[in-house]
């Protein structure tokens, strides 16, 4: 019994040994590989989400008269779940043709579109030039923001398009909206720069 263990409990810690050393290894070979890339739970570094939103950018700029990075990106949060766009269309047809070139298009409705490059969910939001900076501001977030921005309305009797409208007065009349800091401003609330939008 003696000799029995003596010759396999060396084995077998031996072999545990190598097994513990190889799941450790390739632990660190993965938060190594996805350090300043995926985060936990499916999100992005800013950095390289700023870099998938950029090459969109570039990509889709041709077919824009406008286009501009929103969302926790536009907001420089360090950590990003997907990517906002807000534009204007100057060719919509092969800015179709353009995202299907990108990846899987999830969702191409008048509004929104949605294409997934590789991992990383692409949200696009269509404006035009009357709806753009209202549509800006609310696509940029965070919806704490956009709560308080509401709130703020609705307790003067007045309306804050989340289609990106603009603000109307209680009789319905569009008051602001042609920039951000309108909104701000008719409101009575100091503007803020989009990375403090918390």
């Not at 999100?43 to 008269?65: F, T, Y």
């Not at 949060?77 to 995202?99: A, M, R, S, T, Y």
């Not at 042609?178 to 401003?185: A, G, K, L, V």
Request: overall charge positive.
């Amino acid at each position: 019994m003696t000799e029995w263990y003596q010759r396999k409990v060396p084995i077998f810690l031996w072999g545990w040994g190598l097994f513990a050393f190889g799941f450790i290894l390739g632990k660190f070979v993965f938060l190594r590989e996805t350090r300043g890339g995926m985060m936990a739970q499916g999100k992005m570094a800013l950095e390289r989400a700023g870099k998938i939103a950029d090459a969109v950018v570039k990509r889709l700029s041709p077919h824009c008269q406008k286009i501009e990075v929103a969302g926790s990106i536009r907001r420089r949060k360090p950590q990003v779940n997907d990517i906002d766009l807000v534009l204007i269309p100057k060719d919509l047809w092969n800015l179709h043709g353009e995202l299907m070139k990108l990846g899987q298009l999830k969702m191409s409705g008048k509004k929104i579109m949605r294409v997934m490059v590789g991992s990383t969910q692409v949200d696009i939001y269509v404006a035009d030039e009357d709806t753009w900076s209202t549509l800006l501001l609310i696509r940029t977030g965070s919806k704490e923001n956009n709560i308080r921005l509401c709130s703020r309305a609705k307790a003067i009797g007045w309306h804050l398009a989340a289609s990106g409208d603009g603000l109307f007065d209680e009789n319905g009349q569009r008051i602001a909206g042609d920039t951000e800091i309108s909104i701000y401003n008719a409101l009575g609330l100091p503007f803020q720069r989009p990375e403090e939008r918390s």
